[in-house]
């Protein structure tokens, strides 16, 4: 498989990170675009062109000419950053016929103005982070609670998932690109590898989950995963002009069933 605008992307903000080039707010109450258009500076800048699309579209930067998309999601630190929300849409590499990938940046959580650096940046393919494609997200409702029986209740799902500072090591402080392994990158003679990252299918997966209203308890059903041991490869790089080390994948750990939504994440 051949990805056309991911390598020239990384390079990109590789390039605008080294000569300091800075995150921009908008406004006081700019919380969360403003990262996501400091990325969208960045693919301008390479000549690719991308959708005008409306805010929270999946992926962020919809690719004009490829079947390619970049997702963003920026960081906070100190705060939380083990997992993300993915906001309903399962984070995956490929969605409606194109290839994801996920764009992660880290920026100071306190700063002086409306200017404030990138700390460092991860681009990861989808499937570093969820590897099955075929399940389809859908929201549901359905009435008859309360006393009056008239009442309805949402069932809208919010999936989270670990970001890739959660499963790799040599990513903090540096700019570092994460593709599937064989992958032909165009530009990728800009790049140099440092690092191989494997990934296992669980032996189970979620299937079914049933929430009873009498003692608030959420249940989950686990079956066989069909591609239970399956391995799974991908290749870390870095700009060919960067110094920094090797990438790893951390010791696998088990994330907590049922974290706290509300609660942040011990920083690395």
Known sequence: ??????????????????????????????????????????????????????????????????????????????????????????????????????????????????????????????DFLNAHHDYVHKNDSFRDFGSYGDILVRDRKMYVAPTPYALADGLNSNCTLIAPKGEVLDGADSLREVGSLIRADADKIAAKYTFDFRDNSLRTELTDNPTAGFTRAFTAFRAKSDPAGEVGMKPVRRIPRQPLLDENDEPF
């Open 1 to 126: 498989m051949t990805n056309v605008t991911v390598a020239s992307v990384f390079i990109s903000c590789y390039d605008a990170m080294q000569r300091g080039e800075l995150i921009r707010r908008r406004t006081r109450r700019d919380k969360e675009f403003h990262f996501q258009d400091w990325v969208g500076d960045r693919i301008t800048e390479t000549g690719f062109s991308w959708e005008v699309t409306k805010r929270n579209k999946y992926p962020d930067y919809v690719m004009t000419d490829y079947l390619e998309g970049f997702e963003v999601k920026g960081l906070e630190t100190p705060g939380r950053q083990a997992d993300f929300d993915c906001n309903s849409q399962l984070a995956t590499g490929m969605h409606e016929g194109r290839s994801v990938y996920y764009i992660f940046g880290r920026y100071p959580k306190r700063f002086e103005g409306d200017q404030f650096p990138v700390l460092d940046l991860v681009i990861c393919h989808g």
